[in-house]
Every structure is written in C-alpha cells, then in structure tokens.
C-alpha cells in the first residue's frame, strides 16, 4: 500500500514538472530566476504588452533598447467584466543584477483597473521606462497583473514620472499580500545602458549610481 501511494505521489509530481515545461510563461519567469528572487511561483498566463510607438513587443526576456520604451505600453489581457485589477512594472536588479540592494525599483503602478482597461485604473506610481546604470549589465523589467478581491482603498500616496523618492525597495510579492491580490498573468524585457539613459538621470536629477 505505502509504494503505491508513492508511486501516486511520483506520478503527480512529474506530471506538475511536465506542465510547468510545457508553459512557456513558467518556464521562462523560472529559467530567469524571477522565481524565486521576485516571486515564490510563476505566473500560469502570458500579459500581452506592447509599446506602440516603437513598435516593440515585450516577449518573455526580450532584449529591448531605452530608446524604444520612454512611453507607457499598451497591456491587454482577459478579464471578468465584474473584476478590478493591478499592475505593477518592476526592476528588481537594482543597481545590478549582482549587487541588487535597491531591489525592486516601482516603474509603475496601477490599481482598481475595471475590467482591462488600463486607462481607467487608479495611478499609484507614473510611468517610468527602464534606465539601467553604466555598467550594471542587463535587467529584467517585470509586468505583473493580479485580480484584486473588489475595488479597494490603497493607503500609498502618488509618485510622478518625474520623482525617483518612493519607488526604489519596493515588493512587488509584499504589496500583493497586503492587498490579497491574486496573480493573473505577467511578462517580461531585458534592458542594459545606452547614452540615452543620461536623458532620463537629468531628468530625475540623479547622479549616476554606483554598481
């Protein structure tokens, strides 16, 4: 009796492994180490996220330049008509992959989506494109959607484009918890420096950061 409920316990296990080979979006958050540095499982379905002016598609670690993402995307998804939703947009490898002390940097934030309109959501952080240090090799820049259990009051107050304060060692797992967030779907690009990132320290009158 003991070997067969083992042998149960072996068959689901390579069963739960095979699926998770079989998904792309697990496979590629696991291969990436997203899981665990950033999240404890993987998001099951794939966030569609595309920067329209560029042209740019964000593909599941697609390497995409600064120049290409200055401008908010457009992030669709299936959604309940019924249900409110939040995204977050993160860079955990701050200042670098190797030396991530500021992990994760808020991009951007935005809560009570009602169905998949974005636009209609409640902004927490203003978008912010990627700007990786000189030197800090590539980062990943996560999207994450979740299903909020209603509409919900969040206490966070709002952070401009133009404000780095407030947005580095931000949680992306522990905002999710306090709010009891569900996580739907998610994506992500690959990023390192260009000169144009210098654009963007002037504008947030940063210095550049050490790595």
Do not use: C
Not at 34 to 44: F, G, N
Not at 122 to 140: A, F, N, W
């Amino acid at each position: 009796m003991g070997a067969f409920v083992l042998l149960l316990l072996a068959v689901a296990v390579f069963a739960v492994n095979a699926a998770n080979n079989s998904n792309p979006v697990v496979k590629a958050f696991t291969e990436n180490q997203l899981v665990p540095d950033i999240l404890p499982q993987a998001p099951d379905a794939l966030l569609d996220v595309e920067y329209k002016k560029s042209g740019k598609v964000v593909s599941l670690g697609n390497e995409i330049a600064r120049v290409d993402v200055r401008e908010a995307p457009q992030v669709t998804f299936k959604a309940d008509a019924k249900d409110f939703y939040t995204l977050q947009f993160v860079d955990p490898d701050a200042p670098s992959r190797t030396n991530a002390t500021k992990r994760s940097v808020n991009h951007w934030l935005v809560v009570n989506i009602p169905a998949s309109d974005v636009s209609k959501g409640q902004t927490l952080t203003e978008y912010l494109g990627s700007g990786p240090p000189k030197g800090s090799g590539l980062h990943r820049y996560i999207f994450l959607l979740y299903r909020q259990p209603g509409r919900l009051t969040f206490d966070e107050k709002l952070i401009s484009s133009k404000e780095l304060t407030g947005r580095p060692l931000h949680s992306a797992q522990k905002f999710a918890e306090k709010y009891k967030l569900e996580l739907q779907a998610g994506n992500f690009y690959q990023a390192q420096y260009d000169d144009s990132v210098l654009e963007l320290q002037k504008r947030l009158n940063i210095a550049p950061a050490p790595v």
